[in-house]
């Protein structure tokens, strides 16, 4: 029941920052926002009686945003190109990406991370690896993705780059 009351408290100031609308009504829309989904939650016996352990290494996982969001600006330049380009040159293409996750937690975010590059999406996942959609594919995007499986892995506890 603590850990229910703390999670009111956090997401009814979390709705206050984020909304930036301190009006009675809005912050009354609010209030019953998070204690419906609360007790849903709570329901589902998603608060109290399950956690989940930490999985990923924080200091690596904040690297990763980072590096992620970098790569996420370039490949919307590219893109870019290609939709601007007179003959665009799209070169549609599904292959399949290994992954070396142990973990589904980190298999999530790579497959994740794959779909919210602009130009590739997370079409399929299995036990080994994904099927992976390029719309403008090049042999460097299994460099690039092969790359992104490695600093994947690393930011699982225990893992290196």
């Given amino acids: 029941m603590l850990r229910t009351i703390g999670a009111f408290v956090f997401l009814i100031a ?3 920052l984020l909304s930036g609308i301190y009006k009675p009504m809005i912050i009354g829309f609010g209030a019953a ?3 419906v989904a609360l007790l849903v939650v ?6 109290d009686e399950d956690r989940v352990d930490q ?3 924080a200091v690596a996982s904040i690297k990763y945003f980072f590096w992620l969001m970098a790569e996420i600006a370039k490949a919307n330049w590219n893109v870019t190109k290609v939709i601007l380009a007179p003959r665009m040159p ?8 290994p992954h070396s996750q142990k973990t589904d ?4 975010v790579f497959a994740n991370s794959i779909t919210l ?8 996942t299995e036990s080994d690896g994904f099927l992976v959609h390029a719309v403008a594919y090049s042999t460097d995007d299994r460099a690039a993705l092969a790359d992104m499986n490695r600093r994947v892995a690393a930011i699982e506890r ?3 780059a």
């Fill in 42 to 47: 709570r329901r589902m016996d998603g608060v």
């Fill in 158 to 160: 225990g893992g290196s």
């Fill in 105 to 108: 937690l980190a298999q999530v």
């Fill in 117 to 124: 590059t602009p130009g590739t999406i997370t079409v399929e």
């Fill in 90 to 97: 799209i070169r549609q293409h599904l292959f399949a990406v």
């Fill in 33 to 35: 926002s998070v204690l």
């Fill in 55 to 57: 999985q990923l290494d």
């Fill in 14 to 16: 979390l709705w206050l």
